[in-house]
């Protein structure tokens, strides 16, 4: 590169960093688009509109339909938002609270009313008329029912219902004349399959339609022109792609078994607020500084150029926050932080390279291009696997699981972006201007190599011991409270109570003055509260309490702050993430590390590589399991995002180990012996582990100082999962790799 177009290339970035920051923190245009003021935050961070449904019947509802409901109520409301959440509230009341929104009305008439999906026959066994097309005013078609919904049912004329399809989705069809129609694709369960053909048969012999009902109205009634035997449909019409996605949207959840109205709904306030946000804010400017002091201390010039891209990279993602429409929640905010820490690792292997190369007796040029090539394959290798992870937890996981992918998988494109171009891009525009010298990049030190994988026996006792007593303690806490861990209200549900006070409190008094006195009676730390806007009341979320501990609250509500006793109420509430959602959350976890195996296994022509970097991986969520158990931390929904973290986390840096032991091996000599050369590689590395580690530690511990207490129960597990991490890299990766090399011998090359 010349002196010209360096100096061109800095000019640029300046300019870029300038414009990118001025739109992260100001905005574009009148509504501040792209800023960081403008992306979608969720219920702890924003508030948003809360809708309560009443089950109408006089009956109490079953509690299988009950879970089926919430189910799949929530599927539907992940649309509007993935932190959508849906609970019970009492017996036979369902709350859904959606983030980043204030109009409930708007929600309200895109949401619909919740009810039974049903397939039914134009006429009835009579012949006589169900429904009837008309012409709207616009030229359109809508149907009118012709009979109520309890006749049809009486006489037959319901042919199947929504709990007999499988699934709808939207999309582009062709039809008999070769165009492109927008409709939606059914798929039957078996039993629906046997309904269906014989709806469609008797329809398609009558020449007649099959009306498809709907929260008290025809939706739709498609022409049978076949009996349609194999359990799949298309619904084609006038649709737009967006209306053809309501329309599946709404027929996936038309098989509710309850019937739901609108008992009310009101806007709340953040359950953290704005301190929660700022608290951050300040924990990732302060790792961010000591990152970069670090960065420029320890990799002089390679630490500055690395530094700039790192900025780079905090304001791009910021706007493509945005851009991609994804809530952020206060896991988030804590994963983007833990992101900035992690983009350093591809920096540090590359930079260790060019040490490596310099000190081999390279100039600087040539170290710089043969370093970013050498690093090329465990930077690729290790950000894929933790890619696969964040696609499958997308794809299959549910709720806060697929914000939380979302994010990790914006935040490792970006990361390989920067580092990989812009990074490298800086480093020879500093080059070209005059900063030359091989002393300005620095010489890797010859180390001898440390003999990790004779200690193996002690690392595996250490690693057996500590995840033994997690279960020691598991059988502790059970014995003692029912649970095996710390379970928070996202997971065992709890109390919901309304305080209605005699004036408008701010959320910083409410945390300061009631929340304590809560946490006194209850002795749960885990209170969370929830301001009702354009009223004086508050929502006090809670552990189950008993008959006794409810009048304690209400007695300290009245004493304290001279509360109506009439305006305090209590509800029973459901835990938030649903039995489904765990073992969707769980099967994903799974499915992710059979990817990640597979990958591994195809990348590096050895079973054992993948099996042992998934073995790691399995370790590391049982050891920070562990310490779940033993410090009593409290497990909520950052639980999930946590342990999801840790397995990227785990993935990424074992991965790096195994890509110098197979560059390693691929250059041994026949005399040379097999433990000595992955205790090299191991030591090779360890710059990188280290210091990895180190800055993604320093900006979860930024967070954990400064942040609030929902922040500080996210931040000290995972400081303990990145130590977890590091620890069995390097002392366990490499080690067991060589058992299941003695133990299976035999496996291919």
Same mark, same amino acid.
């Given at each position: 590169?010349?002196?010209?177009?360096?100096?061109?290339?800095?000019?640029?970035?300046?300019?870029?960093?300038?414009?990118?920051?001025?739109?992260?923190?100001? $905005?574009?245009?009148?509504?501040? *688009?792209?800023?960081?003021?403008?992306?979608?935050?969720?219920?702890?961070?924003?508030?948003?509109?809360?809708?309560?449904?009443?089950?109408?019947?006089?009956?109490?509802?079953?509690?299988?339909?009950?879970?089926?409901?919430?189910?799949?109520?929530?599927?539907?409301?992940?649309?509007?938002?993935?932190?959508?959440?849906?609970?019970?509230?009492?017996?036979?009341?369902?709350?859904? #609270?959606?983030?980043?929104?204030?109009?409930?009305?708007?929600?309200?008439?895109?949401?619909?009313?919740?009810?039974?999906?049903?397939?039914?026959?134009?006429?009835?066994?009579?012949?006589?008329?169900?429904?009837?097309?008309?012409?709207?005013?616009?030229?359109?078609?809508?149907?009118?029912?012709?009979?109520?919904?309890?006749?049809?049912?009486?006489?037959?004329?319901?042919?199947?219902?929504?709990?007999?399809?499988?699934?709808?989705?939207?999309?582009?069809?062709?039809?008999?004349?070769?165009?492109?129609?927008?409709?939606?694709?059914?798929?039957?369960?078996? #039993?629906?399959?046997?309904?269906?053909?014989?709806?469609?048969?008797?329809?398609?012999?009558?020449?007649? *339609?099959?009306?498809?009902?709907?929260?008290?109205?025809?939706?739709?009634?498609?022409?049978?022109?076949?009996?349609?035997?194999?359990?799949?449909?298309?619904?084609?019409?006038?649709?737009?792609?967006?209306?053809?996605?309501?329309?599946?949207?709404?027929?996936?959840?038309?098989?509710?078994?309850?019937?739901?109205?609108?008992?009310?709904?009101?806007?709340?306030?953040?359950?953290?607020?704005?301190?929660?946000?700022?608290?951050?804010?300040?924990?990732?400017?302060?790792?961010?500084?000591?990152?970069?002091?670090?960065?420029?201390?320890?990799?002089?010039?390679?630490?500055?150029?690395?530094?700039?891209?790192?900025?780079?990279?905090?304001?791009?993602?910021?706007?493509?926050?945005?851009?991609?429409?994804?809530?952020?929640?206060?896991?988030?905010?804590?994963?983007?932080?833990?992101?900035?820490?992690?983009?350093?690792?591809?920096?540090?292997?590359? /930079?260790?390279?060019?040490?490596?190369?310099?000190?081999?007796?390279?100039?600087?040029?040539?170290?710089?291009?043969?370093?970013?090539?050498?690093?090329?394959?465990?930077?690729?290798?290790?950000?894929?696997?933790?890619?696969?992870?964040?696609?499958?937890?997308?794809?299959?996981?549910?709720?806060?699981?697929?914000?939380?992918?979302?994010?990790?998988?914006?935040?490792?494109?970006?990361?390989? /972006?920067?580092?990989?171009?812009?990074?490298?891009?800086?480093?020879?525009?500093?080059?070209?201007?005059?900063?030359?010298?091989?002393?300005?990049?620095?010489?890797?030190?010859?180390?001898?190599?440390?003999?990790?994988?004779?200690?193996?026996?002690?690392?595996?006792?250490?690693?057996?011991?500590?995840?033994?007593?997690?279960?020691?303690?598991? $059988?502790?806490?059970?014995?003692?409270?029912?649970?095996?861990?710390?379970?928070?209200? #996202?997971?065992?549900?709890?109390?919901?109570?309304? @305080?209605?006070?005699?004036?408008?409190?701010?959320?910083?008094?409410?945390?300061?003055?009631?929340?304590?006195?809560?946490?006194?009676?209850?002795?749960? $730390?885990?209170?969370?509260?929830?301001?009702?806007?354009?009223?004086?009341?508050?929502?006090?979320?809670?552990?189950?309490?008993?008959?006794?501990?409810?009048?304690?609250?209400?007695?300290?509500?009245?004493?304290?702050?001279?509360?109506?006793?009439?305006?305090?109420?209590?509800?029973?509430?459901?835990?938030?993430?649903?039995?489904?959602?765990?073992?969707?959350?769980?099967?994903?976890?799974?499915?992710?590390?059979?990817?990640?195996?597979?990958?591994?296994?195809?990348?590096?022509?050895?079973?054992?590589?993948?099996?042992?970097?998934?073995?790691?991986?399995?370790?590391?969520?049982?050891?920070?399991?562990?310490?779940?158990?033993?410090?009593?931390?409290?497990?909520?929904?950052?639980?999930?995002?946590?342990?999801?973290?840790? @397995?990227?986390? *785990?993935?990424?840096?074992?991965?790096?180990?195994?890509?110098?032991?197979?560059?390693?091996?691929? *250059?041994?000599?026949?005399?040379?012996?097999?433990?000595?050369?992955?205790?090299?590689?191991?030591?090779? %590395?360890?710059?990188?582990?280290?210091?990895?580690?180190? %800055?993604? /530690?320093?900006?979860?511990?930024?967070?954990?100082?400064?942040?609030?207490?929902?922040?500080?129960?996210?931040?000290?597990?995972?400081?303990?999962?990145?130590?977890?991490? %590091?620890?069995?890299?390097?002392?366990?990766?490499?080690?067991?790799?060589?058992?299941?090399?003695?133990? /299976?011998?035999?496996?291919?090359?």
């Amino acid at each position: 590169m010349k002196k010209s177009r360096a100096t061109i290339v800095l000019a640029v970035l300046v300019l870029l960093l300038a414009c990118f920051g001025y739109t992260a923190a100001v $905005g574009i245009g009148t509504e501040n *688009s792209g800023s960081a003021s403008d992306i979608k935050l969720g219920l702890d961070l924003a508030g948003g509109v809360s809708i309560t449904y009443q089950v109408v019947g006089d009956e109490k509802p079953d509690g299988d339909d009950m879970a089926d409901t919430i189910y799949k109520l929530q599927k539907r409301v992940e649309s509007y938002s993935t932190e959508a959440i849906v609970y019970q509230e009492g017996d036979d009341r369902i709350n859904i #609270e959606i983030p980043g929104v204030s109009d409930a009305n708007a929600i309200l008439e895109e949401l619909g009313k919740p009810g039974s999906l049903y397939f039914i026959s134009e006429t009835d066994s009579e012949g006589n008329l169900n429904y009837q097309a008309t012409m709207n005013a616009d030229g359109g078609i809508s149907y009118v029912m012709l009979k109520g919904i309890d006749e049809i049912l009486a006489d037959g004329s319901v042919k199947l219902d929504g709990t007999d399809v499988k699934d709808a989705q939207a999309g582009s069809f062709t039809n008999s004349m070769q165009n492109t129609e927008v409709g939606v694709d059914l798929t039957m369960t078996e #039993e629906g399959t046997k309904k269906f053909a014989e709806a469609t048969t008797q329809a398609y012999q009558k020449g007649e *339609s099959l009306g498809i009902y709907y929260d008290d109205e025809i939706i739709s009634a498609p022409t049978v022109r076949a009996a349609l035997t194999d359990g799949k449909a298309q619904i084609t019409g006038s649709f737009t792609f967006e209306e053809a996605g309501q329309l599946a949207s709404t027929i996936r959840i038309g098989g509710l078994k309850l019937k739901l109205e609108e008992l009310h709904s009101k806007v709340v306030g953040a359950q953290l607020g704005e301190e929660a946000i700022s608290t951050s804010i300040k924990a990732a400017a302060v790792g961010f500084a000591i990152i970069v002091v670090f960065m420029i201390a320890v990799y002089y010039v390679s630490g500055l150029a690395a530094s700039l891209a790192l900025g780079l990279y905090v304001e791009l993602i910021i706007i493509l926050l945005n851009g991609f429409d994804i809530t952020l929640t206060l896991p988030g905010i804590a994963g983007i932080i833990l992101s900035i820490g992690m983009a350093v690792d591809a920096n540090v292997i590359i /930079f260790a390279r060019i040490r490596e190369e310099i000190a081999k007796g390279k100039t600087v040029k040539s170290a710089i291009d043969i370093g970013y090539k050498k690093a090329q394959s465990a930077i690729f290798d290790g950000n894929i696997t933790t890619l696969i992870a964040a696609a499958v937890l997308g794809v299959m996981g549910s709720g806060t699981v697929k914000g939380f992918a979302a994010t990790l998988a914006l935040g490792i494109v970006l990361s390989m /972006f920067t580092a990989m171009v812009v990074t490298k891009l800086i480093m020879k525009a500093l080059f070209a201007i005059g900063l030359q010298k091989a002393a300005l990049y620095g010489t890797a030190k010859e180390r001898a190599a440390v003999k990790f994988t004779s200690r193996k026996n002690i690392f595996f006792g250490i690693s057996a011991a500590a995840i033994l007593l997690g279960f020691v303690f598991m $059988g502790v806490n059970n014995a003692k409270t029912g649970n095996v861990l710390n379970y928070s209200l #996202e997971f065992v549900g709890g109390t919901s109570t309304n @305080v209605t006070f005699n004036e408008d409190m701010a959320l910083g008094d409410i945390d300061a003055k009631v929340v304590p006195l809560i946490e006194d009676i209850t002795g749960d $730390g885990n209170v969370q509260t929830q301001k009702i806007d354009g009223t004086n009341e508050v929502i006090f979320k809670t552990r189950s309490l008993s008959v006794e501990e409810r009048e304690a609250f209400k007695d300290a509500m009245v004493e304290n702050f001279s509360v109506d006793a009439e305006k305090i109420t209590a509800e029973t509430i459901s835990s938030t993430i649903s039995s489904e959602m765990k073992r969707e959350s769980v099967i994903a976890v799974l499915v992710a590390s059979v990817f990640m195996l597979i990958y591994v296994w195809f990348r590096f022509k050895d079973v054992r590589f993948g099996a042992s970097s998934v073995l790691c991986l399995l370790h590391d969520v049982l050891v920070v399991l562990a310490f779940y158990a033993i410090v009593k931390v409290s497990v909520g929904t950052t639980f999930i995002a946590c342990m999801l973290t840790i @397995v990227g986390y *785990s993935i990424n840096a074992t991965i790096v180990i195994f890509d110098r032991v197979r560059e390693n091996m691929a *250059s041994m000599g026949k005399k040379d012996v097999l433990e000595d050369m992955v205790n090299n590689s191991i030591t090779q %590395t360890l710059s990188r582990s280290i210091f990895t580690s180190l %800055t993604t /530690f320093v900006m979860v511990a930024a967070l954990y100082v400064f942040g609030v207490s929902s922040v500080k129960e996210f931040a000290l597990p995972l400081m303990a999962g990145i130590l977890c991490g %590091t620890y069995s890299s390097i002392c366990i990766a490499g080690a067991l790799w060589l058992v299941l090399r003695k133990v /299976f011998p035999a496996a291919k090359q």
